[in-house]
């Protein structure tokens, strides 16, 4: 089955910046989209961003549009998160999702693979 590892979380001061990074390993070929998720202590899952695997296509929630950006490097099977002008409510720990073709692929969309996440704390 596909694996999946992140990377990159840390402390940083708001307005700040990231890259989370997510290494698949696996049948990575059988990966119709990618996405990133993140959830605060006492808060439910919150679909951050999706990137699909053919062609590059990104979706954003309105949280963080315009300050992160997804991309994907394939020749290295990794999906990165770049956070830039972070806040305080970013604060969350971040979770890499994949999903095989023929799934469904959005921000509430279930997702098969999950990663353990990685932390990311705005302090002010």
């Known amino acids: 089955q596909v694996q999946l590892v992140e990377s990159g979380g840390n402390s940083v001061q708001a307005g700040g910046s990231l890259r989370l990074s997510c290494a698949a390993s696996?049948?990575?070929?059988?990966?119709?989209?990618m996405g990133w998720f993140r959830q605060a202590p006492g808060k439910e899952r919150e679909g951050v961003a999706i990137?699909?695997?053919?062609?590059?296509?990104?979706v954003y929630a309105e949280s963080v549009k315009g300050r992160f950006t997804i991309s994907q490097d394939n020749a290295k099977n990794t999906v990165y998160l770049h956070l830039n002008r972070l806040k305080s409510e970013d604060t969350a720990m971040y979770y890499c999702?994949?999903?095989?073709?023929?799934?469904?692929?959005?921000?509430?969309?279930?997702?098969?693979?999950w990663g353990q996440g990685t932390q990311v704390t705005v302090s002010s």
């Open positions: 990137i699909y695997s053919g062609g590059g296509t990104t």
């Open positions: 999702a994949a999903e095989p073709w023929a799934g469904t692929c959005s921000l509430v969309s279930r997702y098969t693979y």
């Open positions: 696996g049948p990575t070929y059988s990966i119709s989209c």
